[in-house]
């Protein structure tokens, strides 16, 4: 069966330093990959997504970037945080192969930015 | 516009009675839609998903939905609620079109009171 892990699972970091939040996927190869933005407890922002090694896309421009340098590890990043950073972030997988897929989650990294 | 609708920010429903989450959704094409659980602090989890077939899907935890396409609806019922059943819920969905991106609703906190 398929798993995903993500971490750390919290981490408080100032601002102005940088940031890396990983995730791998086990069971499967070639997923579609995703990072999530969760604030306030509520809405999803799609960050980012992948389809394959080396390709990323970006859904809204902002202070992060993301990469894949395996089929099965996304990672995001900063190099300097803003306290507007803080936040719930989800990774996720979906499998590139099949239309109408479902998206799994992680278990989600907490962020505070102080 | 592709969008998701969920009216209800809060529902409040008493243990033993049956519940129902509401989604509405307006996408071009066939939609595929979904329904996602939060605990606090976690990641989401799957539910169920409607991609065609029967109108009224089964999911997890005793979980179901019926798909409505006159009314463009996808509400998420149980037909007896228990106190664990308490989260937050998202409805979400995909473009028949596309193999990566989910329009999510704004999710539903479901309190369940003894």
């Known amino acids: 069966s398929q798993t995903i892990h993500q971490w750390p699972a919290t981490l408080v970091q100032p601002v102005g330093s940088p940031l890396s939040l990983e995730c791998t996927v086990e069971?499967?190869?070639?997923?579609?990959l995703y990072w999530y933005r969760q604030a306030a407890g509520r809405g999803l922002q799609l960050l980012f997504y992948?389809?394959?090694?080396?390709?990323i896309s970006s859904e809204v421009p902002q202070n992060l970037s993301a990469s894949r340098p395996q089929d099965r590890q996304f990672i995001l990043s900063s190099k300097k945080l803003l306290l507007s950073d803080s936040g719930f972030y989800l990774c996720?997988?979906?499998?590139?192969?099949?239309?109408?897929?479902?998206?799994?989650f992680g278990e989600g990294s907490w962020l505070t930015v102080v | 516009a592709q969008s998701v609708a969920q009216p209800e920010d809060q529902v409040n429903v008493a243990e033993g009675n049956p519940l129902t989450v509401k989604c509405t959704y307006s996408?071009?094409?066939?939609?595929?839609l979904f329904w996602y659980v939060q605990y606090p602090n976690r990641g989401l989890q799957f539910l169920l998903k409607?991609?065609?077939?029967d109108n009224l899907v089964k999911g997890s935890y005793g979980f179901e939905a019926e798909f409505n396409k006159s009314q463009t609806s996808f509400h998420l019922k149980k037909p007896s609620a228990l106190v664990s059943d308490s989260a937050l819920y998202f409805c979400?969905?995909?473009?028949?079109?596309?193999?990566?991106?989910?329009?999510w609703g704004a999710g539903t906190k479901l309190i369940i009171k003894p």
């Open positions: 996720a997988w979906s499998d590139g192969t099949a239309s109408g897929n479902t998206i799994y």
């Open positions: 069971g499967t190869s070639n997923p579609n």
């Open positions: 992948s389809v394959g090694i080396g390709q």
């Open positions: 996408v071009s094409g066939n939609p595929y």
């Open positions: 409607y991609i065609t077939g």
């Open positions: 979400a969905v995909r473009d028949a079109g596309s193999n990566y991106q989910l329009i």
